[in-house]
């Protein structure tokens, strides 16, 4: 006898073999509906005109009646969706009243009977011919985690999984789905969506940070939303960059198997670059997160390593970097400076920070400069910006942004999450430095020299 397939079934295999950090049930809730109007306003409102097809449990997830009217869809549901009553209410996931409203109709999909042994955690697939996303929550209670799943080797597990359900329960459903999947004839798989889509819900959680710190008048609330929000970030941040490394893994192999033309391999070679950028920038956030939730303590080893030759050794990364929005660099290092006390690995990805932070918004033209110096018994290094503006007056309306809790800092203008300041005061004194804010553009951060190298001066 085959074995039953269900819906839990179907979650624990997208959750094998995966190390992360889990969340809270409430946590994964904010995480799920954030997640929901991210992919449906950001994504399928794009890709749902051509058709397609969509699975769901235990309530429809899609909430605009143009998704029900362009895609086919199937829905394992409790007993009386959409009007549940007793205890099946209960075990729905968490703010369905004010959702339900929009599930009125059962016209456009069918409803199938949820097996209780499928469990009550949401599941989401979609399928279209440019875009295709999983989304669910797997876990035990308040060992959650929001996985979401587009490459073609979990969408292909998925569909048959979900085929073999409907086998199992529903024949003619099974025959159905299976024809409607024929139908769609062959995939383009969205890279940009897996590379946009964990960003993007971080900003969309990010909005919503401040209506979560109303819970009580205790001292120590505002300390427990921040460790929440910055395990949260963590767990965030580790989903970010596992599909990037594996995108940049296939790119690799793809430019090393394959002949291509000139135009198609640099095209490969530029989005392994944002990928790249994009798993640094949330490993930066990653260990900021670990800092704010006291995971890790700020005094780590450091040893001995000399600045100026780390920027001098990245420069060529950097300028290339910076040269795709047309921006110059400069370093200014003089020879022969003494070493610091600092942590090589995590200054270097830190710089690339700080570059990045530092130069979102500039216009095409602008010149972003490092300058390293001694003073005293510390090495300052300087980052300046020179603008093609003739007035500093220009140079200082740029849009700083606003924090928007301890970790990240959103700016409107350019649309990025950056760290806050916090967080990056935070970081460099992990690494020995201290920083300082300039009311300009651009910023001064002290490091102090080893001892080694003070007794000889």
């Given at each position: 006898?085959?074995?039953?397939?269900?819906?839990k079934k179907?979650?624990?295999?997208?959750l094998?073999?995966?190390?992360?950090?889990?969340?809270?049930?409430?946590?994964a809730?904010?995480?799920w509906?954030?997640?929901?109007?991210v992919?449906?306003?950001?994504?399928?409102?794009?890709?749902?005109?051509?058709?397609?097809?969509?699975?769901?449990?235990?309530l429809?997830?899609?909430?605009?009646?143009?998704?029900f009217?362009?895609?086919?869809?199937?829905?394992w549901s409790?007993?009386?969706?959409?009007?549940?009553?007793?205890?099946?209410?209960?075990l729905l996931?968490?703010?369905?009243p004010a959702?339900?409203?929009?599930?009125?109709?059962t016209?456009n999909?069918?409803?199938?009977n949820?097996?209780?042994?499928?469990?009550y955690?949401?599941?989401?697939?979609?399928i279209?011919?440019?875009?295709q996303?999983?989304?669910?929550?797997?876990?035990?209670?308040?060992k959650?985690i929001?996985?979401m799943?587009?490459?073609e080797k979990?969408?292909?597990?998925v569909?048959e999984?979900?085929?073999?359900?409907?086998?199992?329960?529903?024949s003619?459903?099974g025959?159905?789905?299976?024809l409607?999947?024929?139908?769609?004839?062959?995939?383009?798989i969205?890279d940009?969506f897996?590379?946009?889509?964990?960003?993007?819900?971080?900003?969309?959680?990010?909005?919503l940070?401040?209506?979560?710190?109303?819970?009580?008048?205790?001292?120590n609330?505002?300390?427990?939303?921040?460790?929440?929000?910055?395990?949260?970030l963590?767990a965030?941040?580790?989903?970010?960059?596992?599909?990037?490394?594996?995108i940049?893994?296939?790119?690799?192999?793809?430019?090393?198997?394959?002949n291509?033309?000139?135009?198609?391999?640099?095209?490969?070679?530029?989005?392994?670059n944002?990928?790249?950028?994009?798993?640094?920038?949330?490993?930066?956030?990653?260990?900021?997160?670990?800092?704010?939730s006291?995971?890790?303590?700020?005094?780590?080893?450091?040893?001995k390593?000399n600045?100026?030759t780390?920027?001098n050794?990245?420069?060529?990364i950097w300028?290339?970097?910076l040269?795709?929005?047309g921006?110059?660099?400069?370093?200014?290092?003089?020879?022969?400076l003494?070493e610091?006390?600092?942590?090589?690995?995590?200054?270097?990805?830190?710089?690339?920070?700080?570059?990045?932070?530092?130069?979102?918004?500039?216009?095409?033209?602008?010149?972003l400069?490092?300058?390293?110096?001694p003073?005293g018994?510390?090495?300052?290094?300087?980052?300046k910006?020179?603008?093609?503006?003739?007035?500093?007056?220009e140079?200082?309306?740029k849009?700083?942004?606003?924090?928007?809790?301890?970790?990240?800092?959103?700016?409107?203008?350019?649309?990025?999450?950056q760290?806050s300041?916090?967080?990056?005061?935070k970081?460099?004194?992990s690494?020995?430095?201290?920083?300082?804010?300039r009311r300009?553009?651009?910023l001064?951060?002290f490091?102090p020299?080893s001892?080694?190298?003070?007794?000889?001066?």
């Amino acid at each position: 006898m085959k074995k039953e397939i269900t819906i839990k079934k179907i979650q624990d295999f997208l959750l094998q073999g995966l190390q992360t950090s889990y969340v809270d049930d409430d946590t994964a809730r904010r995480m799920w509906w954030a997640s929901l109007e991210v992919v449906q306003k950001d994504f399928l409102n794009h890709n749902y005109n051509n058709g397609g097809i969509w699975v769901a449990s235990p309530l429809p997830a899609l909430n605009e009646k143009k998704f029900f009217n362009k895609l086919q869809g199937w829905l394992w549901s409790p007993e009386g969706f959409p009007y549940f009553k007793g205890d099946t209410a209960g075990l729905l996931p968490g703010d369905y009243p004010a959702k339900s409203k929009k599930f009125t109709s059962t016209n456009n999909y069918k409803v199938l009977n949820l097996n209780p042994r499928d469990g009550y955690e949401p599941f989401l697939m979609i399928i279209t011919p440019n875009f295709q996303c999983i989304l669910t929550i797997a876990g035990e209670k308040d060992k959650k985690i929001l996985l979401m799943r587009c490459d073609e080797k979990s969408l292909k597990s998925v569909i048959e999984l979900i085929h073999a359900k409907f086998c199992q329960e529903n024949s003619d459903e099974g025959i159905n789905f299976r024809l409607a999947i024929n139908k769609l004839g062959d995939l383009n798989i969205n890279d940009q969506f897996a590379i946009q889509f964990w960003p993007s819900l971080s900003a969309k959680l990010a909005k919503l940070i401040p209506n979560m710190n109303v819970k009580s008048s205790l001292k120590n609330e505002n300390k427990t939303v921040q460790i929440t929000e910055a395990k949260l970030l963590r767990a965030i941040s580790h989903e970010v960059r596992t599909p990037l490394t594996t995108i940049r893994t296939l790119i690799s192999s793809t430019l090393k198997k394959y002949n291509m033309d000139e135009s198609m391999r640099n095209r490969l070679i530029q989005i392994d670059n944002e990928c790249n950028e994009q798993i640094d920038r949330f490993g930066l956030i990653f260990n900021a997160s670990e800092l704010v939730s006291n995971e890790v303590s700020p005094s780590n080893q450091l040893a001995k390593i000399n600045l100026g030759t780390i920027l001098n050794n990245f420069e060529p990364i950097w300028s290339q970097q910076l040269n795709r929005r047309g921006i110059s660099l400069k370093i200014d290092v003089p020879n022969h400076l003494p070493e610091i006390l600092s942590d090589s690995e995590k200054l270097e990805l830190m710089l690339r920070g700080l570059i990045d932070k530092n130069t979102r918004g500039l216009r095409e033209g602008s010149t972003l400069i490092l300058e390293l110096r001694p003073a005293g018994q510390k090495l300052k290094l300087e980052l300046k910006v020179q603008t093609l503006s003739s007035t500093k007056k220009e140079t200082s309306k740029k849009e700083k942004g606003s924090d928007i809790g301890p970790v990240l800092n959103w700016n409107p203008q350019t649309g990025s999450l950056q760290l806050s300041q916090v967080a990056t005061q935070k970081i460099l004194e992990s690494l020995g430095g201290h920083v300082t804010q300039r009311r300009d553009t651009g910023l001064t951060v002290f490091f102090p020299i080893s001892d080694s190298d003070e007794s000889r001066m």
